[in-house]
Protein backbone atom coordinates (compact mmCIF):
# COMPACT_ATOMS: atom_id res chain seq x y z
CA UNK A 1 0.00 0.00 0.00
CA UNK A 2 3.40 2.54 0.07
CA UNK A 3 3.14 3.65 -3.36
CA UNK A 4 -0.47 4.61 -2.79
CA UNK A 5 -0.09 6.14 0.43
CA UNK A 6 2.47 7.76 -0.66
CA UNK A 7 0.08 9.89 -2.95
CA UNK A 8 -0.85 11.62 0.27
CA UNK A 9 2.39 13.21 0.99
CA UNK A 10 1.78 16.19 -0.51
CA UNK A 11 -1.02 17.50 1.26
CA UNK A 12 0.45 16.16 4.52
CA UNK A 13 0.31 19.48 5.69
CA UNK A 14 -3.45 19.75 4.72
CA UNK A 15 -4.03 16.32 6.50
CA UNK A 16 -2.46 17.33 9.70
CA UNK A 17 -4.49 20.95 9.94
CA UNK A 18 -7.72 18.78 9.63
CA UNK A 19 -7.01 15.98 12.12
CA UNK A 20 -5.71 18.64 14.32
CA UNK A 21 -9.76 20.25 14.09
CA UNK A 22 -10.87 16.67 14.53
CA UNK A 23 -8.85 16.37 17.45
CA UNK A 24 -10.13 19.71 19.06
CA UNK A 25 -13.62 18.59 17.74
CA UNK A 26 -13.68 15.33 19.81
CA UNK A 27 -12.28 16.78 23.23
CA UNK A 28 -15.61 19.44 23.24
CA UNK A 29 -17.75 16.23 22.45
CA UNK A 30 -16.50 14.79 24.99
CA UNK A 31 -16.57 17.57 27.88
CA UNK A 32 -20.05 18.16 26.92
CA UNK A 33 -21.52 15.28 29.16
CA UNK A 34 -19.36 16.01 32.25
CA UNK A 35 -21.55 19.85 31.96
CA UNK A 36 -24.70 18.15 31.55
CA UNK A 37 -23.99 16.10 34.66
CA UNK A 38 -22.69 18.79 36.58
CA UNK A 39 -25.58 20.73 35.84
CA UNK A 40 -27.87 18.21 37.01
CA UNK A 41 -26.28 17.12 40.11
CA UNK A 42 -24.82 20.71 41.34
CA UNK A 43 -25.97 23.58 39.83
CA UNK A 44 -30.18 22.16 39.98
CA UNK A 45 -30.55 20.96 43.39
CA UNK A 46 -28.80 24.60 44.61
CA UNK A 47 -30.92 26.19 42.56
CA UNK A 48 -28.38 28.14 41.32
CA UNK A 49 -29.78 30.07 38.21
CA UNK A 50 -26.78 32.12 37.22
CA UNK A 51 -24.68 29.19 37.23
CA UNK A 52 -27.24 26.70 35.29
CA UNK A 53 -26.88 29.93 32.60
CA UNK A 54 -23.58 30.17 32.34
CA UNK A 55 -23.65 26.46 32.16
CA UNK A 56 -26.19 26.45 29.35
CA UNK A 57 -24.20 28.66 27.75
CA UNK A 58 -21.06 26.89 27.82
CA UNK A 59 -22.58 24.00 26.81
CA UNK A 60 -23.90 25.78 23.08
CA UNK A 61 -20.51 27.21 22.93
CA UNK A 62 -18.80 23.96 22.67
CA UNK A 63 -21.21 21.93 20.76
CA UNK A 64 -20.93 24.69 18.36
CA UNK A 65 -16.98 24.92 18.38
CA UNK A 66 -17.17 20.86 17.89
CA UNK A 67 -20.11 21.14 14.72
CA UNK A 68 -17.47 23.89 13.08
CA UNK A 69 -14.57 21.82 14.02
CA UNK A 70 -15.52 18.79 12.46
CA UNK A 71 -17.11 21.14 9.12
CA UNK A 72 -14.10 22.26 8.13
CA UNK A 73 -11.80 18.88 8.93
CA UNK A 74 -14.28 17.55 6.84
CA UNK A 75 -14.54 19.59 3.41
CA UNK A 76 -10.69 19.89 3.98
CA UNK A 77 -10.72 15.71 4.20
CA UNK A 78 -13.32 15.65 0.74
CA UNK A 79 -10.87 18.22 -0.85
CA UNK A 80 -7.03 16.17 0.20
CA UNK A 81 -8.79 13.03 -1.07
CA UNK A 82 -10.49 14.34 -4.24
CA UNK A 83 -7.06 15.52 -5.43
CA UNK A 84 -5.37 12.20 -4.49
CA UNK A 85 -8.04 10.52 -6.19
CA UNK A 86 -7.25 12.71 -9.17
CA UNK A 87 -3.42 12.13 -9.44
CA UNK A 88 -3.88 8.87 -9.14
CA UNK A 89 -6.26 8.15 -11.48
CA UNK A 90 -4.42 10.27 -14.06
CA UNK A 91 -0.96 8.36 -13.08
CA UNK A 92 -2.47 4.73 -13.48
CA UNK A 93 -4.11 6.46 -16.67
CA UNK A 94 -0.67 7.25 -18.32
CA UNK A 95 0.76 3.57 -17.09
CA UNK A 96 -1.97 1.96 -19.07
CA UNK A 97 -1.31 3.80 -21.59
CA UNK A 98 2.45 2.46 -21.33
CA UNK A 99 1.95 -1.03 -20.80
CA UNK A 100 3.19 -3.09 -23.38
CA UNK A 101 0.54 -5.24 -25.11
CA UNK A 102 1.50 -8.75 -23.69
CA UNK A 103 0.91 -6.54 -20.03
CA UNK A 104 -2.36 -5.30 -21.51
CA UNK A 105 -3.50 -9.17 -22.28
CA UNK A 106 -2.15 -10.46 -18.99
CA UNK A 107 -4.28 -7.73 -17.35
CA UNK A 108 -6.88 -7.61 -19.49
CA UNK A 109 -9.15 -4.85 -20.89
CA UNK A 110 -12.14 -5.53 -18.64
CA UNK A 111 -9.78 -5.39 -15.31
CA UNK A 112 -8.22 -2.20 -16.37
CA UNK A 113 -11.12 -0.49 -16.79
CA UNK A 114 -12.13 -1.89 -13.33
CA UNK A 115 -8.98 -1.03 -11.60
CA UNK A 116 -9.49 2.88 -13.61
CA UNK A 117 -12.99 2.68 -11.72
CA UNK A 118 -13.85 1.12 -8.70
CA UNK A 119 -10.77 0.29 -7.10
CA UNK A 120 -9.75 4.17 -7.30
CA UNK A 121 -13.42 4.84 -5.85
CA UNK A 122 -12.36 2.29 -3.12
CA UNK A 123 -9.08 4.23 -1.95
CA UNK A 124 -11.28 7.86 -2.71
CA UNK A 125 -13.36 6.25 -0.29
CA UNK A 126 -10.36 5.23 2.23
CA UNK A 127 -8.77 8.52 2.40
CA UNK A 128 -11.94 10.36 2.78
CA UNK A 129 -12.90 8.12 5.91
CA UNK A 130 -10.14 7.52 8.17
CA UNK A 131 -9.49 11.52 7.61
CA UNK A 132 -12.62 11.89 8.87
CA UNK A 133 -13.30 9.33 11.11
CA UNK A 134 -10.12 8.15 11.68
CA UNK A 135 -9.19 9.98 14.85
CA UNK A 136 -12.16 11.32 15.45
CA UNK A 137 -14.27 7.85 16.47
CA UNK A 138 -10.69 6.16 18.27
CA UNK A 139 -10.45 9.30 20.62
CA UNK A 140 -14.47 9.36 21.24
CA UNK A 141 -14.75 5.59 21.80
CA UNK A 142 -11.67 5.71 24.40
CA UNK A 143 -12.12 9.17 25.91
CA UNK A 144 -15.46 8.06 26.48
CA UNK A 145 -14.37 4.79 28.41
CA UNK A 146 -11.67 6.23 30.11
CA UNK A 147 -14.06 9.14 31.83
CA UNK A 148 -16.99 6.96 32.40
CA UNK A 149 -14.59 4.32 34.25
CA UNK A 150 -13.24 7.05 36.45
CA UNK A 151 -16.97 7.92 37.30
CA UNK A 152 -18.43 5.18 37.56
CA UNK A 153 -16.73 1.62 36.87
CA UNK A 154 -19.61 -0.26 37.09
CA UNK A 155 -21.68 1.27 34.29
CA UNK A 156 -18.55 1.74 32.71
CA UNK A 157 -18.54 -2.07 32.43
CA UNK A 158 -21.93 -2.18 31.11
CA UNK A 159 -20.91 0.29 28.34
CA UNK A 160 -17.77 -1.48 27.33
CA UNK A 161 -19.81 -5.14 26.53
CA UNK A 162 -22.32 -3.75 24.47
CA UNK A 163 -19.80 -1.71 22.31
CA UNK A 164 -17.82 -5.03 22.33
CA UNK A 165 -21.01 -6.71 20.92
CA UNK A 166 -22.06 -4.07 18.77
CA UNK A 167 -18.38 -3.99 17.19
CA UNK A 168 -18.05 -7.46 16.33
CA UNK A 169 -21.55 -7.55 15.02
CA UNK A 170 -21.19 -5.35 12.71
CA UNK A 171 -17.83 -6.44 11.39
CA UNK A 172 -19.48 -10.03 10.86
CA UNK A 173 -22.65 -8.54 9.47
CA UNK A 174 -21.18 -5.85 6.63
CA UNK A 175 -18.03 -8.76 5.98
CA UNK A 176 -20.52 -10.74 4.33
CA UNK A 177 -22.70 -8.49 2.85
CA UNK A 178 -19.80 -6.78 1.03
CA UNK A 179 -18.84 -9.80 -1.26
CA UNK A 180 -22.43 -10.18 -1.78
CA UNK A 181 -22.10 -6.71 -3.47
CA UNK A 182 -19.40 -7.10 -5.34
CA UNK A 183 -21.30 -9.94 -6.40
CA UNK A 184 -24.48 -8.26 -7.56
CA UNK A 185 -21.85 -5.78 -9.18
CA UNK A 186 -20.39 -7.87 -11.20
CA UNK A 187 -24.00 -9.06 -12.05
CA UNK A 188 -25.14 -5.79 -13.04
CA UNK A 189 -22.14 -5.42 -15.26
CA UNK A 190 -23.16 -8.32 -17.25
CA UNK A 191 -26.47 -6.99 -17.87
CA UNK A 192 -25.17 -4.16 -19.10
CA UNK A 193 -22.94 -6.13 -21.74
CA UNK A 194 -25.45 -8.12 -22.84
CA UNK A 195 -27.84 -4.49 -23.57
CA UNK A 196 -24.50 -3.13 -25.30
CA UNK A 197 -23.85 -6.01 -27.20
CA UNK A 198 -27.53 -6.11 -27.83
CA UNK A 199 -28.18 -2.24 -29.14
CA UNK A 200 -24.69 -2.76 -31.39
CA UNK A 201 -25.42 -6.06 -32.84
CA UNK A 202 -29.52 -5.18 -33.16
CA UNK A 203 -29.39 -5.51 -37.23
CA UNK A 204 -27.49 -8.81 -36.96
CA UNK A 205 -30.45 -9.91 -34.28
CA UNK A 206 -32.78 -8.92 -36.59
CA UNK A 207 -31.93 -10.42 -39.72
CA UNK A 208 -31.48 -13.92 -38.32
CA UNK A 209 -34.46 -13.38 -36.17
CA UNK A 210 -33.06 -14.33 -32.35
CA UNK A 211 -34.91 -11.59 -30.36
CA UNK A 212 -36.31 -14.52 -28.49
CA UNK A 213 -33.36 -15.90 -27.80
CA UNK A 214 -32.02 -12.64 -27.56
CA UNK A 215 -34.33 -11.52 -24.64
CA UNK A 216 -34.59 -14.83 -22.86
CA UNK A 217 -30.02 -14.44 -22.18
CA UNK A 218 -31.30 -10.73 -21.28
CA UNK A 219 -34.07 -12.18 -19.10
CA UNK A 220 -31.42 -14.36 -17.21
CA UNK A 221 -28.82 -11.74 -17.08
CA UNK A 222 -31.11 -9.63 -15.38
CA UNK A 223 -32.75 -12.05 -12.87
CA UNK A 224 -29.37 -13.07 -11.95
CA UNK A 225 -28.66 -9.41 -10.92
CA UNK A 226 -32.11 -9.51 -9.14
CA UNK A 227 -31.06 -12.56 -6.97
CA UNK A 228 -27.29 -11.26 -6.29
CA UNK A 229 -28.61 -8.20 -5.20
CA UNK A 230 -31.15 -9.65 -3.06
CA UNK A 231 -28.82 -11.99 -1.77
CA UNK A 232 -26.72 -8.72 -1.08
CA UNK A 233 -30.01 -6.84 0.69
CA UNK A 234 -30.72 -9.84 3.02
CA UNK A 235 -27.12 -10.20 4.70
CA UNK A 236 -27.17 -6.58 5.12
CA UNK A 237 -30.47 -5.67 6.14
CA UNK A 238 -29.42 -7.12 9.98
CA UNK A 239 -26.74 -4.54 10.49
CA UNK A 240 -29.14 -1.49 11.16
CA UNK A 241 -31.76 -3.07 13.72
CA UNK A 242 -29.15 -4.88 15.41
CA UNK A 243 -26.94 -2.21 16.35
CA UNK A 244 -30.51 -0.11 17.18
CA UNK A 245 -32.01 -2.85 19.32
CA UNK A 246 -28.11 -3.01 20.84
CA UNK A 247 -28.12 0.56 21.35
CA UNK A 248 -31.99 0.69 22.98
CA UNK A 249 -30.67 -2.29 24.88
CA UNK A 250 -27.62 -0.61 26.29
CA UNK A 251 -29.72 2.68 27.50
CA UNK A 252 -32.02 0.12 29.12
CA UNK A 253 -29.37 -1.49 30.99
CA UNK A 254 -27.51 1.78 31.73
CA UNK A 255 -31.01 3.12 33.58
CA UNK A 256 -31.34 -0.11 35.13
CA UNK A 257 -27.90 -0.58 36.74
CA UNK A 258 -27.78 3.00 37.46
CA UNK A 259 -31.28 3.33 38.81
CA UNK A 260 -30.59 0.78 41.58
CA UNK A 261 -26.97 2.33 42.19
CA UNK A 262 -28.69 5.69 42.98
CA UNK A 263 -30.96 4.06 45.28
CA UNK A 264 -28.51 2.64 47.41
CA UNK A 265 -27.47 6.30 47.54
CA UNK A 266 -24.08 5.09 45.83
CA UNK A 267 -24.19 7.52 42.99
CA UNK A 268 -25.72 11.01 42.27
CA UNK A 269 -28.79 11.26 39.25
CA UNK A 270 -27.04 13.55 37.24
CA UNK A 271 -24.60 10.48 36.36
CA UNK A 272 -26.92 8.32 34.82
CA UNK A 273 -27.52 11.13 32.19
CA UNK A 274 -24.32 11.83 31.48
CA UNK A 275 -23.96 8.23 31.09
CA UNK A 276 -27.18 8.27 28.66
CA UNK A 277 -25.13 11.14 26.72
CA UNK A 278 -21.76 8.84 26.81
CA UNK A 279 -23.34 6.38 25.51
CA UNK A 280 -24.88 7.35 22.53
CA UNK A 281 -21.65 9.11 21.51
CA UNK A 282 -19.18 5.92 22.34
CA UNK A 283 -21.80 3.47 20.76
CA UNK A 284 -21.94 5.89 17.65
CA UNK A 285 -18.03 5.93 17.57
CA UNK A 286 -18.29 2.07 17.76
CA UNK A 287 -19.77 2.23 14.50
CA UNK A 288 -17.30 4.52 13.16
CA UNK A 289 -14.67 2.64 13.90
CA UNK A 290 -15.63 -0.74 12.68
CA UNK A 291 -16.92 1.06 9.28
CA UNK A 292 -13.39 2.33 9.03
CA UNK A 293 -11.93 -0.79 9.46
CA UNK A 294 -13.87 -2.38 6.51
CA UNK A 295 -13.15 0.83 4.10
CA UNK A 296 -9.46 0.37 5.40
CA UNK A 297 -9.52 -3.50 4.11
CA UNK A 298 -11.44 -2.44 1.00
CA UNK A 299 -9.10 0.48 0.38
CA UNK A 300 -6.10 -1.78 0.83
CA UNK A 301 -7.10 -4.34 -1.28
CA UNK A 302 -7.64 -1.96 -3.90
CA UNK A 303 -4.33 -0.07 -3.55
CA UNK A 304 -2.77 -3.53 -4.38
CA UNK A 305 -4.64 -4.06 -7.25
CA UNK A 306 -3.61 -0.30 -8.46
CA UNK A 307 -0.08 -0.88 -7.21
CA UNK A 308 0.10 -4.16 -9.64
CA UNK A 309 -0.79 -1.49 -12.33
CA UNK A 310 1.24 1.57 -11.12
CA UNK A 311 4.83 -0.61 -10.55
CA UNK A 312 3.89 -2.68 -13.57
CA UNK A 313 7.68 -3.23 -15.10
CA UNK A 314 8.46 -1.30 -18.80
CA UNK A 315 8.82 -5.13 -20.17
CA UNK A 316 10.25 -3.52 -23.56
CA UNK A 317 13.11 -1.43 -22.43
CA UNK A 318 14.58 -0.05 -25.70
CA UNK A 319 18.02 -1.78 -26.16
CA UNK A 320 21.23 -0.30 -27.13
CA UNK A 321 21.88 -0.14 -30.35
CA UNK A 322 23.41 -3.43 -32.15
CA UNK A 323 23.95 -5.33 -34.90
CA UNK A 324 22.33 -4.08 -38.76
CA UNK A 325 20.62 -5.38 -41.92
CA UNK A 326 20.62 -4.19 -45.26
CA UNK A 327 16.84 -5.11 -44.92
CA UNK A 328 14.09 -1.85 -44.29
CA UNK A 329 11.92 -4.16 -43.27
CA UNK A 330 12.40 -8.33 -42.35
CA UNK A 331 12.42 -11.05 -40.02
CA UNK A 332 15.11 -13.33 -39.11
CA UNK A 333 14.16 -16.92 -37.87
CA UNK A 334 11.23 -15.39 -35.73
CA UNK A 335 9.16 -17.30 -33.61
CA UNK A 336 6.10 -16.05 -31.40
CA UNK A 337 3.34 -17.44 -29.39
CA UNK A 338 0.80 -15.42 -27.32
CA UNK A 339 0.44 -17.26 -24.68
CA UNK A 340 3.26 -19.85 -24.38
CA UNK A 341 1.00 -22.65 -25.35
CA UNK A 342 1.33 -23.17 -28.45
CA UNK A 343 3.83 -21.13 -31.21
CA UNK A 344 1.43 -18.63 -33.23
CA UNK A 345 4.42 -17.62 -35.59
CA UNK A 346 7.48 -20.21 -35.77
CA UNK A 347 10.20 -19.76 -37.66
CA UNK A 348 9.36 -16.47 -40.12
CA UNK A 349 12.16 -15.71 -42.59
CA UNK A 350 11.68 -12.62 -45.14
CA UNK A 351 13.06 -9.44 -46.05
CA UNK A 352 12.48 -6.28 -48.42
CA UNK A 353 13.98 -3.31 -49.23
CA UNK A 354 13.58 0.23 -48.64
CA UNK A 355 10.39 1.38 -51.23
CA UNK A 356 9.27 -2.30 -51.70
CA UNK A 357 6.19 -4.17 -51.75
CA UNK A 358 5.13 -6.76 -49.36
CA UNK A 359 2.16 -8.59 -49.74
CA UNK A 360 0.85 -11.35 -47.21
CA UNK A 361 -2.02 -14.10 -48.29
CA UNK A 362 -3.14 -16.62 -46.11
CA UNK A 363 -6.26 -18.21 -44.03
CA UNK A 364 -7.92 -16.75 -40.73
CA UNK A 365 -5.74 -17.47 -37.75
CA UNK A 366 -2.76 -18.03 -39.55
CA UNK A 367 -0.86 -15.20 -38.17
CA UNK A 368 -0.81 -12.19 -40.28
CA UNK A 369 -1.80 -9.96 -38.23
CA UNK A 370 0.83 -11.11 -35.19
CA UNK A 371 3.52 -10.79 -37.88
CA UNK A 372 2.56 -7.25 -38.18
CA UNK A 373 2.45 -6.72 -34.56
CA UNK A 374 6.15 -7.91 -34.59
CA UNK A 375 6.61 -5.41 -36.81
CA UNK A 376 5.49 -1.89 -35.12
CA UNK A 377 6.64 -4.10 -31.63
CA UNK A 378 3.16 -4.70 -30.03
CA UNK A 379 4.73 -7.84 -28.88
CA UNK A 380 8.48 -8.89 -28.76
CA UNK A 381 9.54 -12.05 -30.59
CA UNK A 382 10.39 -14.96 -28.50
CA UNK A 383 13.42 -15.99 -30.74
CA UNK A 384 14.99 -14.43 -33.70
CA UNK A 385 15.47 -10.50 -34.66
CA UNK A 386 12.69 -8.35 -36.07
CA UNK A 387 14.49 -5.92 -38.76
CA UNK A 388 12.96 -2.20 -39.23
CA UNK A 389 15.04 0.49 -40.94
CA UNK A 390 18.16 -1.66 -41.06
CA UNK A 391 18.21 -2.41 -37.40
CA UNK A 392 16.52 -4.85 -34.39
CA UNK A 393 13.40 -3.05 -33.77
CA UNK A 394 14.19 -3.40 -30.10
CA UNK A 395 16.61 -0.55 -30.53
CA UNK A 396 14.57 1.73 -32.19
CA UNK A 397 13.20 4.32 -30.04
CA UNK A 398 9.47 4.74 -30.21
CA UNK A 399 9.65 8.03 -32.01
CA UNK A 400 11.21 6.10 -34.93
CA UNK A 401 8.60 3.58 -34.29
CA UNK A 402 5.94 6.52 -35.39
CA UNK A 403 7.46 6.88 -38.60
CA UNK A 404 4.49 4.00 -38.97
CA UNK A 405 1.36 4.13 -40.66
CA UNK A 406 -1.47 1.34 -39.94
CA UNK A 407 -4.62 0.33 -40.66
CA UNK A 408 -5.47 -2.68 -38.20
CA UNK A 409 -7.99 -5.11 -39.35
CA UNK A 410 -11.22 -4.13 -36.98
CA UNK A 411 -10.60 -0.80 -36.35
CA UNK A 412 -13.10 1.56 -35.03
CA UNK A 413 -13.53 5.46 -35.70
CA UNK A 414 -13.98 8.24 -33.27
CA UNK A 415 -17.76 9.82 -32.66
CA UNK A 416 -15.61 13.00 -34.11
CA UNK A 417 -15.88 14.61 -37.47
CA UNK A 418 -14.23 13.61 -40.28
CA UNK A 419 -11.56 15.62 -39.94
CA UNK A 420 -10.82 14.79 -36.51
CA UNK A 421 -10.89 10.90 -37.46
CA UNK A 422 -8.21 11.54 -40.35
CA UNK A 423 -6.09 13.50 -38.01
CA UNK A 424 -6.49 11.67 -34.93
CA UNK A 425 -5.64 14.04 -32.46
CA UNK A 426 -1.84 14.72 -34.16
CA UNK A 427 -2.91 18.32 -34.99
CA UNK A 428 -2.30 18.13 -38.82
CA UNK A 429 -3.40 21.16 -40.95
CA UNK A 430 -6.59 20.80 -43.11
CA UNK A 431 -4.25 20.21 -46.76
CA UNK A 432 -2.42 17.36 -45.31
CA UNK A 433 -5.60 15.85 -43.93
CA UNK A 434 -7.23 16.90 -47.72
CA UNK A 435 -4.44 14.79 -49.47
CA UNK A 436 -4.80 11.80 -47.46
CA UNK A 437 -8.58 11.49 -48.23
CA UNK A 438 -7.84 11.68 -51.75
CA UNK A 439 -5.28 9.28 -52.10
CA UNK A 440 -7.36 7.08 -50.15
CA UNK A 441 -9.69 7.61 -52.60
CA UNK A 442 -12.56 9.13 -49.78
CA UNK A 443 -12.49 12.75 -51.47
CA UNK A 444 -15.21 12.14 -53.05
CA UNK A 445 -17.84 10.65 -50.62
CA UNK A 446 -16.62 13.29 -48.47
CA UNK A 447 -17.27 16.03 -50.02
CA UNK A 448 -20.72 15.37 -51.13
CA UNK A 449 -21.06 15.05 -47.03
CA UNK A 450 -23.63 17.53 -45.65
CA UNK A 451 -20.46 19.34 -43.98
CA UNK A 452 -17.69 18.07 -45.53
CA UNK A 453 -14.81 17.24 -43.26
CA UNK A 454 -16.77 18.78 -40.67
CA UNK A 455 -19.62 15.77 -40.72
CA UNK A 456 -19.55 14.70 -37.43
CA UNK A 457 -19.33 10.64 -37.61
CA UNK A 458 -21.55 8.40 -35.64
CA UNK A 459 -20.36 6.02 -33.15
CA UNK A 460 -18.49 3.33 -34.42
CA UNK A 461 -18.88 5.35 -37.63
CA UNK A 462 -22.49 3.87 -37.99
CA UNK A 463 -23.81 7.04 -40.68
CA UNK A 464 -21.12 5.65 -43.09
CA UNK A 465 -20.87 2.36 -45.53
CA UNK A 466 -18.29 0.19 -44.81
CA UNK A 467 -16.53 1.09 -47.44
CA UNK A 468 -16.34 4.47 -46.89
CA UNK A 469 -15.59 3.84 -43.10
CA UNK A 470 -12.49 1.69 -44.38
CA UNK A 471 -11.56 4.41 -46.44
CA UNK A 472 -11.37 7.32 -43.58
CA UNK A 473 -8.72 4.77 -42.18
CA UNK A 474 -6.86 4.30 -44.92
CA UNK A 475 -6.82 8.15 -44.91
CA UNK A 476 -5.30 8.37 -41.09
CA UNK A 477 -3.01 5.57 -42.27
CA UNK A 478 -1.59 8.26 -45.00
CA UNK A 479 -2.18 11.48 -43.08
CA UNK A 480 1.12 12.14 -41.27
CA UNK A 481 3.09 11.01 -44.50
CA UNK A 482 4.63 7.81 -43.13
CA UNK A 483 7.73 5.98 -44.41
CA UNK A 484 6.10 2.49 -43.35
CA UNK A 485 2.69 1.76 -44.74
CA UNK A 486 1.02 -1.48 -43.06
CA UNK A 487 -2.48 -2.06 -44.55
CA UNK A 488 -4.61 -4.99 -42.67
CA UNK A 489 -7.07 -6.60 -44.68
CA UNK A 490 -7.88 -2.83 -45.83
CA UNK A 491 -9.39 -3.84 -48.97
CA UNK A 492 -12.18 -6.21 -47.68
CA UNK A 493 -14.91 -3.65 -48.02
CA UNK A 494 -14.05 -2.25 -51.39
CA UNK A 495 -14.46 -2.95 -54.95
CA UNK A 496 -11.90 -4.17 -56.99
CA UNK A 497 -12.40 -1.16 -58.93
CA UNK A 498 -11.41 1.17 -55.79
CA UNK A 499 -8.95 -0.70 -54.19
CA UNK A 500 -7.29 -0.92 -57.58
CA UNK A 501 -7.30 2.90 -57.84
CA UNK A 502 -6.11 3.29 -54.18
CA UNK A 503 -3.38 0.89 -54.98
CA UNK A 504 -2.40 3.24 -57.82
CA UNK A 505 -3.03 6.45 -55.81
CA UNK A 506 -0.57 5.48 -52.81
CA UNK A 507 2.01 4.25 -55.53
CA UNK A 508 1.62 8.25 -57.39
CA UNK A 509 1.72 10.25 -54.42
CA UNK A 510 3.58 7.97 -52.07
CA UNK A 511 6.75 6.57 -53.95
CA UNK A 512 9.14 6.02 -51.81
CA UNK A 513 7.14 4.24 -49.03
CA UNK A 514 7.65 0.37 -48.16
CA UNK A 515 3.96 -0.79 -48.00
CA UNK A 516 3.09 -4.25 -46.57
CA UNK A 517 -0.64 -5.64 -48.02
CA UNK A 518 -2.29 -8.13 -46.58
CA UNK A 519 -5.19 -9.04 -48.37
CA UNK A 520 -7.56 -11.91 -49.28
CA UNK A 521 -7.50 -10.84 -52.94
CA UNK A 522 -4.44 -11.88 -55.38
CA UNK A 523 -5.56 -8.71 -57.47
CA UNK A 524 -3.87 -6.75 -54.67
CA UNK A 525 -1.19 -8.64 -54.60
CA UNK A 526 0.03 -9.52 -57.20
CA UNK A 527 2.44 -6.34 -57.82
CA UNK A 528 4.33 -6.72 -54.88
CA UNK A 529 7.95 -7.67 -54.72
CA UNK A 530 7.73 -10.10 -52.50
CA UNK A 531 4.41 -12.44 -51.29
CA UNK A 532 4.46 -14.98 -48.34
CA UNK A 533 1.73 -17.34 -48.29
CA UNK A 534 1.24 -18.19 -44.47
CA UNK A 535 -0.46 -21.12 -43.04
CA UNK A 536 -0.18 -21.74 -38.93
CA UNK A 537 2.15 -19.37 -38.36
CA UNK A 538 4.34 -20.89 -40.90
CA UNK A 539 6.00 -19.34 -44.13
CA UNK A 540 4.70 -22.04 -46.41
CA UNK A 541 5.96 -20.22 -49.65
CA UNK A 542 7.47 -16.90 -50.49
CA UNK A 543 7.79 -15.09 -53.70
CA UNK A 544 6.78 -12.86 -56.29
CA UNK A 545 3.38 -13.50 -58.14
CA UNK A 546 4.77 -15.51 -61.21
CA UNK A 547 6.92 -17.50 -58.73
CA UNK A 548 4.22 -18.26 -56.95
CA UNK A 549 1.90 -19.02 -59.01
CA UNK A 550 4.56 -21.66 -60.07
CA UNK A 551 5.40 -23.18 -56.87
CA UNK A 552 2.24 -22.88 -54.59
CA UNK A 553 -0.64 -24.97 -54.95
CA UNK A 554 -2.60 -22.64 -52.64
CA UNK A 555 -1.58 -19.71 -54.63
CA UNK A 556 -2.73 -20.79 -57.82
CA UNK A 557 -5.42 -22.06 -56.58
CA UNK A 558 -6.69 -19.00 -55.24
CA UNK A 559 -5.63 -16.86 -58.36
CA UNK A 560 -7.79 -18.95 -60.46
CA UNK A 561 -10.75 -18.92 -58.02
CA UNK A 562 -10.71 -14.87 -58.02
CA UNK A 563 -10.04 -14.52 -61.88
CA UNK A 564 -13.31 -13.20 -62.72
CA UNK A 565 -13.38 -10.84 -59.99
CA UNK A 566 -9.81 -9.53 -60.83
CA UNK A 567 -10.65 -8.92 -64.35
CA UNK A 568 -13.15 -6.36 -63.73
P1 LIG B 1 -4.81 -13.65 -38.91
O1 LIG B 1 -4.56 -12.18 -38.85
O2 LIG B 1 -3.96 -14.37 -39.91
O3 LIG B 1 -6.24 -13.97 -39.12
P2 LIG B 1 -3.82 -13.58 -36.22
O4 LIG B 1 -2.44 -13.16 -36.45
O5 LIG B 1 -4.77 -12.56 -35.76
O6 LIG B 1 -4.40 -14.29 -37.53
O7 LIG B 1 -3.85 -14.77 -35.17
C1 LIG B 1 -2.94 -15.86 -35.22
C2 LIG B 1 -3.19 -16.75 -34.03
O8 LIG B 1 -2.89 -16.04 -32.82
C3 LIG B 1 -4.63 -17.21 -33.90
O9 LIG B 1 -4.61 -18.55 -33.50
C4 LIG B 1 -5.21 -16.33 -32.81
O10 LIG B 1 -6.19 -17.02 -32.11
C5 LIG B 1 -4.00 -16.05 -31.95
N1 LIG B 1 -4.10 -14.72 -31.30
C6 LIG B 1 -4.24 -13.54 -31.93
N2 LIG B 1 -4.23 -12.52 -31.05
C7 LIG B 1 -4.09 -13.06 -29.82
C8 LIG B 1 -4.00 -12.53 -28.49
N3 LIG B 1 -4.05 -11.21 -28.24
N4 LIG B 1 -3.86 -13.40 -27.47
C9 LIG B 1 -3.80 -14.73 -27.71
N5 LIG B 1 -3.87 -15.29 -28.93
C10 LIG B 1 -4.01 -14.48 -29.99
MG1 LIG C 1 -5.87 -10.68 -38.95
Not at 40 to 45: H, T
Not at 62 to 81: E, K, P, Q
Not at 378 to 405: M, N
Request: with cysteine; hydrophobic share 45%.
Amino acid sequence: MGTVLGYLRPYSRRVAVGVTFKFTAAILELILPLLLEHVIDVAVPAEDLPAIWHCGFLMAALALGAALCNVTANRMAAWVSMEVTRTLRRDLYSRTQHLSCAQTDRFTQSSLVSRLTNDTYNVHQMFDKVQRGGIRAPMLVLGGLVLTFLLEPALAMVQLAVSLLTFFTIWRVTRRGIPRYAQAQAATDTVVRVLRENASGVRVIKALACQGREQARFGSASENARRTEEAAGAAMAMANPITDFLLNAGLVLVIAVGAVRVNAGQMPAGQIVGFLSYFALIQNATLGVAKIFLRISKGAASSRRLEEVLLAPDSQPVQPHGETSPAELGMENVSFSYLGVEQDLSDVNFSLGKGETLGILGPIGSGKSTLISLLLRLYDADAGVVWVGGRDVRSLSRQKLRDFGVVFQNEALLSDTVYENISFLRGLSREDVTAAAKTAQAWGFIEKLPEGLDTYVDIRGANLSGGQRQRLLIARALAAKPGVLILDSADSALDYRTAAALRMAIRRDFPGVTLVIISERVASLRDAHRILVLEEGRVAAQGSHEELLESCGRYRRAAELQKGGAGL
